[in-house]
């Protein structure tokens, strides 16, 4: 079993920065892809950004040159700072992690989600 706890949501003014992060622990022989994802109110779940074991990554289109997202491996943990928020950035951030545990076994999990609201 694998699990994923996220924290870093809130309340913040347009302009602001929030940081958060998503720590995986359990029964991980090895973690690949790490990811930030989010749903807007009434919008489908999109991705945000998302980081390779080699560290390659990659973002949305509406979230460049605002939002870093990076990852330490000896920690299995994935953070995403997120700069300059916008009132379109409110949403429910999810983190998704994909890896195997022992035995090849693979998995793909989400964290329980962490609220970020953008005032004007």
């Known amino acids: 079993q694998v699990q994923l706890v996220e924290s870093g949501g809130g309340l913040v003014q347009a302009g602001g920065s929030l940081r958060l992060s998503c720590t995986a622990s359990?029964?991980?022989?090895?973690?690949?892809?790490m990811g930030w994802y989010r749903q807007g109110p009434g919008k489908q779940r999109e991705l945000v950004a998302r980081i390779t074991s080699v560290g390659s990554t990659n973002y949305a289109d509406s979230v460049k040159g605002r939002f870093t997202i990076s990852r330490d491996n000896a920690k299995n943990t994935v953070w995403l700072q997120m700069n300059g928020l916008k009132p379109e950035d409110t949403a429910v951030y999810y983190c998704?992690?994909?890896?195997?545990?022992?035995?090849?076994?693979?998995?793909?999990?989400w964290g329980q989600g962490t609220q970020v609201t953008v005032s004007s």
């Open positions: 359990g029964s991980i022989f090895r973690l690949n892809a």
């Open positions: 998704k992690v994909e890896g195997s545990e022992g035995l090849g076994v693979r998995f793909e999990n």
